[in-house]
């Protein structure tokens, strides 16, 4: 049974960090893009940020010097280190492997 399994989420300040991670089971993702999603409320989920089966990176540009994707193949884990938060980065995020997505887990910047 594959699972996505977020974590690191919850409510930070603007300027502050969070780090999340995306734990994969039942699957080998070698070979596929893994990516960060994320939704606020009454939007459409957008792509936040990728990194490529070859290692490529891709940002959204509203995070780009702020956000680094990086995954640990080892282990199956992605993560998303966030940066200088803002309010508009609240949202949930999800992770994203093949065609499998995970639960999700909430970021809310807030002063």
């Known amino acids: 049974q594959v699972q996505l399994e977020e974590s690191g ?9 969070l780090r999340l991670s995306c734990i994969a089971s039942g699957f080998t993702f070698r070979g596929f893009d ?3 999603h994320r939704q606020a409320p009454g939007k459409e989920r957008e ?17 780009k010097d702020r956000f680094t994707i990086s995954r ?12 200088n938060l803002k309010p508009e980065d609240t ?4 992770c994203h492997i ?12 807030s002063s």
């Open 34 to 36: 893994m990516s960060w």
């Open 91 to 94: 949202g949930t995020y999800f």
């Open 47 to 63: 792509l936040v940020a990728l990194i490529g089966a070859t290692g490529v990176l891709r940002y959204r540009d509203s995070v």
């Open 9 to 17: 989420g919850g409510n930070v300040q603007p300027g502050g960090s």
């Open 72 to 83: 640990d193949s080892g282990e199956n884990t992605i993560y998303l280190q966030m940066n």
């Open 98 to 109: 093949a065609t499998y997505w995970g639960q999700g887990t909430q970021v809310t910047v």
